[in-house]
DNA sequence: ATAGTAACAAACTAGGTGGTCGGTTTATAT
DNA sequence: ATATAAACCGACCACCTAGTTTGTTACTAT
């Protein structure tokens, strides 16, 4: 095989199991011999393609975690649609991932982000990095709404897209163990209620 | 000094100051060490005191957390007031201990759910017992909210509390880093326009 | 005064942790 | 075929962890 493929083959497997045991483990309580274990590879395949431990995760949250925000949180809502349906189908389909058990990376972010709040200045940086691309985008597609008017023009698009992520990343937290399937109900209606209170006044059609 | 008074002194103190680094460091990143430095005690004096790590951890969640909760989150909402103004106040004041920097309950018991989450059931059950605890009030001020004339009596309280602690417990990990201040304005803001949808439609008064 | 015991101290165990390093395999270029 | 370097192995190190054990105070009831 070629050597540049077997490499790239090897660090991607690394990455993806590293990931998936972090997400459920939790960083600090994953040890690299857990991740190796699991791939049948030695301390030594992992520290000739890594530098460390927290080297190795910030790429994870690079090459991994925010693409996969970028493409499962970012890309569906940038149409010139109705920007609450693009949203609300966007959240709704991220939280049946969750309902399946699934990795859903919104809420992998908001993990991480509370486990290295205060621990990992440097981890929490590319974190925050993330979160940050994720709210920029909100707050466009918002400002898309309002220009094309679904959206009331009083309202405040940077704070509705800071509403509208820390709504989710507290759902998914509170979906962990009670009833995630009724809790998301409950959930996605109330997201409509609130987008009926921001949604443009048709003066007299 | 009288013996139990010492006792109770000396647990009370670990107890204190145990939240206090499981909160800034995390549960699995805190050695029993750490905290019996801080307090110039020894390994024969925690064990004397408690069985281990995981039960001290419990009681913590039980004499502290649970208690906290209850006072902070849950008595300020419990009057026969406009629940808007009761569940806005008692946000308020908790997001302006976050800005901060201070301890928030709320928040503290969000944070131990997720590091907890698939990694300790016996911990986690504890955890969401307060948090099904904070729930059900919740619920209950907004049934009396309906009662009394202020909310909407088509409104689902139960989607409605969900919403508010999720809502809650989000903005919280997103305050831990950037311009708190900002986010807590902004959010408290939002919180107001998702009440204004909810809120009892006055007929022609 | 003294016996008993609560409340600690301190050294220890057994098992992990991230990280290192000398050596071995495997693929590729010549 | 052979040289070379990439990819990987696995023993090892220093350190840290929760938890145990054995001793030493200091108070307190009698």
Redesign the pocket.
Known sequence: ????L??MA?MQNMQKTGLELFYTKGYYN?????ILKEL??????F???FS???DFFIEIVQNLLARKVYSLLIEPIEGHENPFELITNCFEDALETAVHNEMDFGFILGNFISEFNGRNPKIMKHLNDVLKIWEVNLVSTLQRGKFNGYIDRHTDSEAVAVFLISSFLGIRTMMVETAPSALKYRFMHQIKVYFKAIEAKKENV
């Open positions: 095989m070629n050597k540049n077997k490499r090897t994953t040890s690299i011999d857990d049948s590879l030695s301390k030594g395949a520290y000739y393609h460390s431990k927290e």
